[in-house]
């Protein structure tokens, strides 16, 4: 164990905000690491679930005909706390009885010094305006969710966002990664980012105001948005009580011999690289409901690729590494694994195979499950229209337009051979 994982004073506690099929995987992973080091972490996690009425389905081995269970529609929580699985959203797969599900928010959130975030993009802002000023004020966050940040102001990656809205330092965690092969424990790898300010050196660095005490640290982020505004973010020292959160601590949470960890510096990286391939993801999709073949799909990633590097060199060039891209299992790695059998690959091929517009297939067959990529291509686009830049990024562009109905799938090649 690194010198820094000695068992200190206090113990992290650490929530999951969210329960979908990632947020439940995540979870899953995070609980068998807080049992294994509870001398680190307290072993019990807790798991904010948006609540909903379910019925266990009659093929789950958790049917009953006579468990008070399944007597009509029950809380998902309580589903999950009895039968320790999420039946919704990860059926199948057993959780760790240290993982308690939490239908309130603020009772989750209470305390926690590791806060991870993985639900859909869409909800982030209402569950940051929800535990604002509910957390504790050196709380450290991990972004697993895939998506960018579009408003007027321009464009933010969500650990920027959940960073700037609650006051914390926040990184990211994105790789190739599909939520059921990992819940299985088949092998895969993971990138995590992770690069607060030190807030422990003396001098204070070029983003912290000289005159921070250290227990009231002021710290810019680096990423201007597109109008070159920085937003100021009074961060807290981790008290000395708690074993330090860093790279070697990051990786004690959520390494596991099924799910293995690197830790990098690059969060606009390691984020992008998740957020922008689920739109190349959508085109794939469309090109393998066309029949045309695996060489298509692989021009499409080529030409995505390309793009999703362009694109993180031109709005996040101050901080992102273009060798995360290629060298880490967000990037190309994850572009691979979801344009072969991604939900939004899936989708789309669907899409194209039934007829049916891309939204019907993914409230027909996702089952409360939300797909990242259409809303992701609507929000770059408003931010390259924005910019007068959707030329120079002719594939995302393209995806656009395709979803809004402007241009057919078949007209593709040449539109992104520009
Ligand atoms: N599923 C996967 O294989 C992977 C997903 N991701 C990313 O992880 C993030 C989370 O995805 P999943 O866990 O798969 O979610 P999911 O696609 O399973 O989404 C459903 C979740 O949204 C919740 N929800 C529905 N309405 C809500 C509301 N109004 N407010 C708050 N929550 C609401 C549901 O309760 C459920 O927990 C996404 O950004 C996704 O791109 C990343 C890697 C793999
Ligand atoms: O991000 C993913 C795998 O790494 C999953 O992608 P989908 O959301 O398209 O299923």
New binding site residues.
């Given amino acids: 164990m690194a010198a820094s994982l000695q068992p200190n004073q206090r113990k992290h506690k650490v929530t999951v905000v969210?329960?979908?099929?990632?947020?439940?995987?995540i979870a899953k992973i995070v609980s068998e690491n807080t049992a294994k080091h509870n001398t680190i972490f307290e072993e019990k996690v807790e798991m904010w679930?948006?609540e909903?009425k379910i019925e266990i389905p009659k093929e789950s081995p958790h049917y009953n005909p006579t468990s008070p269970l399944c007597q009509g529609p029950q809380n998902?929580t309580e589903v999950i706390n009895k039968t320790n699985e999420n039946v919704k959203?990860l059926p199948g797969i057993a959780l760790p009885k240290n993982l308690h599900a939490n239908p309130s928010l603020e009772d989750a959130v209470r305390d926690s010094t590791i806060l991870v975030f993985?639900?859909?993009?869409q909800?982030i802002h209402?569950?940051c305006d929800q535990i604002k000023g509910k957390i504790v004020p050196y709380a450290r966050g991990i972004s697993?969710?895939?998506?960018v940040d579009v408003n007027e102001e321009g464009i933010h990656l969500f650990s920027e966002t959940i960073g700037r809205r609650l006051g914390i330092y926040c990184g990211a965690l994105?790789?190739a990664?599909?939520?059921?092969e990992?819940a299985r424990e088949k092998w895969c790898e993971t990138s995590i980012a992770y690069d607060p300010p030190h807030l422990d050196s003396k001098e204070p660095s070029p983003q912290q105001s000289p005159n921070a005490s250290s227990t009231d640290v002021v710290i810019q982020f680096e990423h201007k948005d597109t109008s070159g505004k920085l937003s100021d973010v009074k961060l807290r020292p981790v008290p000395s009580e708690y074993p330090p959160v860093d790279h070697a601590l990051l990786k004690v949470l959520f390494h596991r011999p099924y799910f293995h960890v690197r830790v990098v510096n690059d969060v606009a990286g390691v984020s992008l690289g998740?957020a922008l391939k689920?739109i190349v993801a959508l085109a794939a999709g469309w090109v393998d409901g066309m029949g045309w073949g695996d060489n298509a799909k692989a021009a499409i990633m080529r030409v995505g690729l390309l793009e999703m590097v362009k694109f993180g060199e031109r709005f996040f060039g101050a901080t992102i590494d273009r060798q995360t891209f290629t060298d880490e299992s967000t990037g190309v790695a994850d572009l691979i694994t979801s344009c072969s059998s991604?939900?939004n690959f899936r989708s789309a091929k669907h899409s194209v195979e039934k007829r049916l517009p891309i939204d019907e297939i993914e409230r027909t067959e996702?089952n409360?499950?939300?797909?990242?990529g259409t809303s992701t291509a609507v929000d770059v686009n408003k931010f390259l229209k924005k910019q007068g830049l959707e030329n120079e990024f002719p594939l995302f562009t393209s995806v656009y337009r395709i979803l809004t109905g402007t241009m057919s799938v078949e007209s593709l090649p040449s539109q992104i051979e520009q």
């Fill in positions: 969210g329960s979908g099929n990632w947020g439940t995987a679930v948006f909903e998902l959203y993985n639900l859909p993009h909800f209402k569950i697993c969710i895939k998506g994105s790789g990664n599909i939520a059921n990992v998740g689920n991604g939900r996702l409360g499950q939300k797909l990242q």
